[in-house]
C-alpha cells in the first residue's frame, strides 16, 4: 500500500526494533501498531518522545497510530501518549493518503512523481515482450471466459498482496520457517499465473532464506515489492483498456476460485 503511494517504508517486528530504528536513520514518519509483542506502541512512543526530548533535538518526528479499537479512550489514549494522529485497521489507502499528506513533508509531489513512474513502467511492459503477467497463459486456462480470467486476476493480487505482508513481517523478525514458506508460497502463485519477475524473486529469496542469509533476503523483499506494484499496474491497465467489452478484475457477487498449491 506503502509503495503504491511512493512511500519506502522499513518494517519493526516490535516496540524495541522500532525504538532501534529510530536512533539509526532519520525518518520522515512512523506508522505505529498499538498492540505489538515485547513492547506495544503506546510505550513505544513514549519512549521516543523521551529520546527526543533528551537529545534536544528540535525535529519532532510524526507518530501516526494503528489500532484495531476505534474507541474514543483508545484514541485519547494515543495522543495523550506522544501521538500525532490515529487510523483504525483495516486502514483504506485514502485515510493512509490524508495522513501522509498531513504529515509527509514534500509527499504529494512524491506520490505524482511514484505514479508517474508506474505509469512508464506499466506502458513499456504493455508494449514489451516479458509482460509482468502473462496473459497468454492466463488465457489459454480460461479461453474466451472472460469473467474466470478477471476473478483468477484478482485473486493473484488479492493473495499475494496478503502473502507479501506476511513475508516482510517474518523478515523483519527474522523468522526462517515463516519466510521459506511464504516465499514458497508467492513463487507458486506466481508460476501458475505467469508472473515470472515475481516468481523468479520469490524463488531466490526462498533459497536465501534457507540458508539464513537475511542479506539475500532483504535484497529480495527490495525487489519484490516493485515488481508486484508492476503487476498490479499492469492487471489495471488492463482493466482500463477493456472496459468497453465487459472485462472486469473483479466482481464482488461471484466467489474467487482458488490458486493451486505448489
Not at 506503502?2 to 539509526?24: C, F, T
Not at 504493455?126 to 488465457?139: A, T
Not at 507458486?188 to 515475481?198: K, L, Q, R
Request: negative net charge; aromatic residues 6%.
Amino acid at each position: 500500500m506503502l509503495r503504491k503511494l511512493g512511500i519506502r517504508a522499513d518494517v519493526a517486528a516490535n516496540g524495541l526494533e522500532a525504538l532501534d530504528a529510530l536512533q539509526r536513520l532519520p525518518y520522515d514518519l512512523v506508522l505505529m501498531d498499538c498492540q505489538m509483542p515485547e513492547m506495544d506502541g503506546f510505550e513505544a512512543s513514549i519512549e521516543i518522545r523521551h529520546h527526543e526530548l533528551m537529545s534536544g533535538r528540535a525535529q519532532r518526528t510524526p507518530i501516526v497510530a494503528m489500532s484495531a479499537n476505534a474507541r474514543i479512550e483508545d484514541r485519547e489514549r494515543a495522543m495523550s501518549g506522544g501521538m500525532d494522529d490515529y487510523l483504525v485497521k483495516p486502514v483504506k489507502v485514502e485515510d493512509l493518503e490524508s495522513a501522509l499528506k498531513r504529515w509527509v513533508p514534500g509527499f504529494t509531489e512524491r506520490y505524482a512523481a511514484a505514479q508517474e513512474e508506474i505509469a512508464v513502467e506499466t506502458q513499456r511492459a504493455m508494449n514489451g515482450d516479458n509482460p509482468p503477467i502473462d496473459m497468454r497463459k492466463v488465457e489459454s486456462m480460461f479461453h474466451n471466459d472472460e469473467q474466470a480470467q478477471s476473478e483468477l486476476l484478482a485473486l493473484y493480487l488479492s493473495s499475494t498482496q496478503s502473502l507479501i505482508e506476511q513475508l516482510t513481517a517474518a523478515c523483519a523478525a527474522r523468522e526462517c520457517a515463516k519466510a521459506v514458506a511464504r516465499a514458497h508460497e508467492i513463487k507458486g502463485a506466481s508460476a501458475y499465473i505467469g508472473a515470472h519477475e515475481i516468481r523468479e524473486i520469490a524463488r531466490n529469496m526462498e533459497h536465501a532464506a534457507k540458508v539464513d542469509n537475511w542479506e539475500k533476503v532483504q535484497e529480495g523483499m527490495d525487489e519484490l515489492e516493485p515488481a508486484f506494484i508492476r503487476a498490479w499496474a499492469f492487471v489495471n491497465e488492463i482493466e482500463i483498456r477493456e472496459q468497453d467489452s465487459g472485462f472486469r478484475i473483479r466482481d464482488s457477487e461471484k466467489p474467487l476460485r482458488a490458486l493451486p498449491e505448489s
